[in-house]
Protein backbone atom coordinates (compact mmCIF):
# COMPACT_ATOMS: atom_id res chain seq x y z
CA UNK A 1 0.00 0.00 0.00
CA UNK A 2 1.52 3.39 -1.01
CA UNK A 3 2.67 5.77 1.80
CA UNK A 4 -0.30 8.02 0.73
CA UNK A 5 -2.80 6.05 1.34
CA UNK A 6 -1.51 4.87 4.97
CA UNK A 7 -2.01 8.43 5.78
CA UNK A 8 -4.97 8.56 4.76
CA UNK A 9 -6.12 5.36 6.62
CA UNK A 10 -4.91 7.03 9.52
CA UNK A 11 -6.44 9.88 9.17
CA UNK A 12 -9.85 8.01 8.39
CA UNK A 13 -9.16 5.98 11.65
CA UNK A 14 -8.22 8.89 13.98
CA UNK A 15 -11.52 11.02 12.66
CA UNK A 16 -13.72 7.99 13.46
CA UNK A 17 -12.42 8.01 16.74
CA UNK A 18 -12.71 11.83 17.67
CA UNK A 19 -16.39 11.81 16.31
CA UNK A 20 -17.21 9.24 18.32
CA UNK A 21 -15.20 10.63 21.80
CA UNK A 22 -17.77 13.67 20.48
CA UNK A 23 -20.70 11.68 20.18
CA UNK A 24 -20.39 10.12 23.81
CA UNK A 25 -19.66 13.49 25.56
CA UNK A 26 -22.24 15.03 23.66
CA UNK A 27 -25.02 12.00 25.11
CA UNK A 28 -23.39 12.21 28.15
CA UNK A 29 -23.99 15.86 28.44
CA UNK A 30 -27.42 15.78 27.35
CA UNK A 31 -28.53 13.52 30.06
CA UNK A 32 -27.37 14.79 32.60
CA UNK A 33 -29.09 18.04 31.85
CA UNK A 34 -32.08 15.84 31.67
CA UNK A 35 -31.11 14.67 35.13
CA UNK A 36 -30.75 17.98 36.43
CA UNK A 37 -33.68 19.65 35.17
CA UNK A 38 -35.79 16.53 36.02
CA UNK A 39 -34.71 16.64 39.66
CA UNK A 40 -34.04 20.32 40.75
CA UNK A 41 -34.61 22.64 37.59
CA UNK A 42 -32.20 24.07 35.34
CA UNK A 43 -31.36 27.24 33.85
CA UNK A 44 -29.96 28.09 30.36
CA UNK A 45 -26.65 28.91 31.97
CA UNK A 46 -26.39 26.02 33.65
CA UNK A 47 -27.11 24.22 30.32
CA UNK A 48 -24.32 26.10 28.78
CA UNK A 49 -21.95 25.29 31.60
CA UNK A 50 -22.87 21.41 31.39
CA UNK A 51 -22.42 21.40 27.31
CA UNK A 52 -19.02 23.24 27.60
CA UNK A 53 -17.48 20.12 29.81
CA UNK A 54 -16.14 17.28 27.63
CA UNK A 55 -14.12 15.38 30.27
CA UNK A 56 -15.57 12.22 30.38
CA UNK A 57 -14.65 11.14 33.86
CA UNK A 58 -16.30 14.51 35.02
CA UNK A 59 -19.79 13.55 33.11
CA UNK A 60 -19.46 10.27 34.57
CA UNK A 61 -19.18 11.24 37.81
CA UNK A 62 -21.64 13.90 37.99
CA UNK A 63 -24.50 11.41 36.14
CA UNK A 64 -23.80 8.95 38.59
CA UNK A 65 -23.78 11.28 41.64
CA UNK A 66 -27.20 12.73 40.87
CA UNK A 67 -28.53 9.68 42.43
CA UNK A 68 -27.11 10.30 45.67
CA UNK A 69 -26.77 13.96 45.70
CA UNK A 70 -29.39 16.57 47.11
CA UNK A 71 -27.45 19.77 46.38
CA UNK A 72 -27.62 20.77 42.37
CA UNK A 73 -24.42 23.27 42.81
CA UNK A 74 -22.06 20.28 44.71
CA UNK A 75 -22.94 18.22 41.46
CA UNK A 76 -22.36 21.40 39.48
CA UNK A 77 -18.95 21.61 41.17
CA UNK A 78 -18.02 17.67 40.13
CA UNK A 79 -17.74 19.45 37.00
CA UNK A 80 -15.27 21.84 37.33
Do not use: W
Not at 43 to 51: G, L, M, N, Q
Not at 67 to 74: M, P, T
Request: hydrophobic share 35%; proline share 1%.
Amino acid sequence: MPVADLIREEGRKEGIQIGELKGKVASKQETLIKQIHLKYGITDAEKDFIKSVTNLDKLDKATEAILSENNKEKLLDLLK
